[in-house]
């Protein structure tokens, strides 16, 4: 069974950074990509970045691109979310997701292994 444990989320002032962590379990993942996504109150869940187990690739939304980093240890079967240069619209519950798909794929139906999320809140 697999598990996926999110750590990392807090209280950060605007033009902070966080580092978001997500601890994966249960299975081997050397062909699984790996996401995050995020979803703030009131709003459907929405995709952040993606980085495949090898991390020879990486995808992200154009909202996050250049400020947030997605990367991987295999080691620690961890991928991390770093942000920076945060904003209060990037105040959401943060999602850890994985499934075989293509680093692309961004829609919550594709990935089929949800961690329960860390919330991020960022104040202005």
């Known amino acids: 069974q697999v598990q996926l444990v999110e750590s990392g989320g807090g209280l950060v002032q605007t033009g902070g950074s966080l580092r978001l962590s997500c601890a994966a379990s249960?299975?081997?993942?050397?062909?699984?990509?790996m996401a995050w996504f995020r979803q703030a109150s009131g709003n459907e869940r929405e995709f952040v970045a993606a980085?495949?187990?090898?991390?020879?690739?990486?995808y992200y939304a154009d909202s996050v691109k250049d400020r947030f980093t997605i990367s991987r240890d295999n080691a620690k079967n961890t991928v991390y979310l770093q942000m920076i240069s945060l904003t209060p619209e990037d105040t959401a519950v943060y999602y850890c997701?994985?499934?075989?798909?293509?680093?692309?794929?961004?829609?919550?139906?594709?990935?089929?292994?949800w961690g329960l999320g860390t919330q991020v809140t960022v104040s202005s």
């Open positions: 997701a994985t499934d075989m798909v293509p680093v692309t794929s961004t829609k919550t139906y594709e990935y089929h292994w």
């Open positions: 980085i495949t187990w090898s991390g020879s690739s990486t």
């Open positions: 249960g299975r081997t993942f050397s062909r699984y990509t």
